[in-house]
């Protein structure tokens, strides 16, 4: 017998929830799939437990900020107990899902689902009939197709580590190796990331970046440019990384080159449904080559940033359109990404000048500011673009504070506020938010 359904959500990461909770609210009979753990990476295994790791780091180094201004030395960071209290996050977030979607009234169902047709899903052995689908099924850690590659970990065996190894290598410059780094730095091991070219982080500033850089060296993370890993071994108890006549020893070695879209068991072929190495190809509204399925969050093909709260905006879009309370096609406002390195760096809108736009940046150091110089940071600066309007049109910002100080100029930049707007405000003070006037026109 086949079960049918309005509409059957494949994922249960935020998109595909987002999109579920939404369908329901709107009256629909909705089913959700999961083959994996209810919740999706960000909770499990990606930016929340990130975070929370982040968190330790973060106050270790207020704490190295201030040595002789109050403190005497800098404590360890106990990893255990960091894992330990990770782990209360972590832990209850599966269950804790579907407990929330049963609460809703919400199908739920754990296995792996394959088109049978363009209209019917197969899990577990039993069929499914849907009007339309929600395809949200996000994306995996890829690894290098290298010879000893089977040594190779991801960040999701990082994240999950027991134990820190003493000697660690993290093979690629974007986001991931970044932060990872930052975080094992400070945790007390050796770590070197190496890179392929000479330009790291390349979404983001480049002389933002390199001074960044120049911190975490301080920090004693080593770099490794024009670096092209050819092969892992074992040697005794270590690895080594070759890369032509460069060898690189550790006793673990973390691919952090990249991500792909989880579509292979989900047999598109059967309903449709055309995808590339880079994940589903949508159209602006966000649906498949087949106009009855759509997809939203990290597995589609797109060219803007792969992060959850897109994913959750994409995920509600989807369901306004599957209800057709939305006409209209996708409109995403400005997207701020933030790398958690140490400092981190983070940016936002525009921020390369374009031939044809008059655009005007000005650069603020802002370690002088009380707002970081109250904490002895060592570097704060910001980047702004202004349109020939005086708007705010795009960010960059290089501190331990950036993540805060982003939104707020996210915030700026959407509802286009200027000084004159902002100084008929009061803020807190002194806090973030209170510097905000002397950084817009």
């Not at 086949?2 to 987002?18: H, M, N, P, R």
């Not at 050796?190 to 500033?205: A, C, G, M, S, Y």
Request: hydrophobic letters at 40%; charged letters at 25%; a negative charge.
């Amino acid at each position: 017998m086949i079960k049918e359904y309005d509409t059957i959500v494949i994922g249960s990461g935020v998109a595909g929830l987002s999109a579920a909770y939404e369908l329901k609210a709107k009256q629909q009979q909705v089913l959700v799939i999961e083959e994996n753990l209810w919740g999706g990476t960000c909770p499990n295994r990606g930016c929340d437990p990130k975070k929370i790791l982040i968190g330790g780091v973060e106050a270790r180094n207020r704490i190295k900020q201030l040595l002789g201004k109050g403190f005497s030395e800098v404590p360890p960071l106990n990893w255990q107990e960091l894992q330990s209290f990770k782990r209360t996050f972590t832990d209850p977030v599966s269950a804790n899902r579907q407990k929330e979607l049963s609460q809703a009234g919400i199908d739920h169902l754990t296995g792996t689902a394959s088109f049978l047709d363009e209209e019917t899903v197969e899990v577990l052995g039993k069929t499914f009939r849907g009007k339309h689908f929600v395809l949200a099924t996000g994306q995996r850690p890829t690894i290098l197709p290298i010879e000893g590659k089977e040594f190779l970990q991801t960040s999701t065996d990082f994240l999950a580590l027991a134990e820190l190894p003493k000697q660690l290598i993290f093979i690629g410059g974007g986001y991931v190796s970044f932060e990872l780094a930052t975080i094992a730095r400070a945790a007390g091991s050796e770590v070197t990331i190496v890179h392929h070219n000479q330009r790291p982080l390349k979404e983001f500033d480049e002389e933002l970046v390199q001074e960044t850089i120049v911190q975490m060296k301080k920090a004693g993370i080593q770099f490794a440019f024009d670096v092209n890993a050819q092969k892992i071994t074992r040697q005794n108890e270590k690895l080594q990384l070759i890369a032509g006549k460069e060898i690189f020893e550790a006793d673990a070695i973390f691919c952090a080159t990249g991500r792909q879209p989880n579509v292979e068991s989900l047999h598109l072929e059967r309903a449709n449904v055309d995808f590339t190495k880079k994940g589903i190809i949508v159209n602006e509204c966000l649906q498949t080559t087949n106009p009855q399925i759509f997809a939203c969050g990290d597995v589609i093909e797109k060219q803007l940033p792969k992060l959850t709260p897109v994913a959750t905006f994409e995920g509600q879009y989807v369901a306004q359109k599957v209800t057709q309370q939305q006409q209209k096609i996708i409109n995403y406002p400005v997207i701020p990404t933030i790398v958690y390195g140490s400092p981190k760096i983070a940016t936002v809108g525009t921020t390369k000048i374009e031939e044809d736009r008059q655009v005007e940046t000005v650069t603020q150091e802002m370690t002088s500011w009380f707002t970081y110089h109250r904490v002895n940071e060592p570097l704060a600066k910001v980047k702004l673009c202004f349109n020939k309007e005086n708007f705010l049109i795009g960010a960059s910002v290089l501190s331990e504070q950036a993540d805060e100080l982003i939104d707020f100029l996210t915030i700026a930049i959407n509802q286009r506020l200027t000084k004159e707007i902002v100084d008929q405000w009061i803020f807190g003070y002194p806090t973030l938010a209170s510097d905000l006037p002397y950084l817009l026109k």
